[in-house]
């Protein structure tokens, strides 16, 4: 006998069933359809035509995608450490004995709140005006001009933005995994004569190791996909050197005509992501069970 539903069962369903749907729709389907077109000449109107393996062929040539994807790895790995380093540094102090420690937490979170793109316009006015002033009227040279035309140092100010945007959450999971440690264990390194050095490698850190797991992964993922910052800071200048592999997609896939192309830029992207991804949890996951 078929065995009957109960309330919870029918809630349970009533809720998942909406959000698989819409999961489904918004998510999955346009990702399988993103699938689809990396296989066609598709330039987002009109017809197409499969190319087969082609687009994909052609990823490995194009000097343009080559370089967004040098852009992209070396601003991941900048600001993969800075970040973890900071919202580290920052969590400890936040985590220890100190007046309005909990009003502090939530200043500090602030930059988590605003839009990627509100904080770049923001910060692009101060790269743009406000320091090129300040730095004339201090006659400092590397201040006189804009860090976001140049070249070579425009990076740098991209990375400012997203590493003082990323802080805010990592930091707060940070603070959540300190405060996991029992107290009883920072006592009997006391009794053992272990300084606050000695303390933190031996004790605190081992015992956060999880949380810089999820940190690591988290960080290089979402600054992997930098895009906001991009748009709003420098839109891939000058001379292309700040273009992500996020901005690459969707600039050329959606106004140079390479819908199909850059669909298969996407889908190696992605799989490029879940990799590392991957190999992080894998490498970190080792570090835990040996610590």
Known sequence: MKKKMTNRDKTFWAVMIPVLVLFFTFNTLPMIKGVVYSFTNYRGYGSYDYVGLRNYIDLFTDARVGKSYLFTFKYALAGTVLVNVISLVMALGLNSRIRFKSALRGIYFVPNILGGLVIGYIFSFIFTYILPAAGSALHIGFLQNSILASERYAWVGVLIVGVWQAVAMNTIIYISGLQTVPQDVYEASMLDGAGKWKEFWQVTFPLVMPFVTINLVLSTKNLLMVFDQ????????????????SYLIYKNGMDGGQFGFQSANAVIFFLVIVAI????????NKKEEQL
């Open 230 to 245: 991009i748009v709003s800071l420098t839109k891939g200048g000058p001379a292309q050197s700040t273009e992500s592999i």
């Open 277 to 284: 991804s991957i190999f992080q949890m894998t490498v970190m």
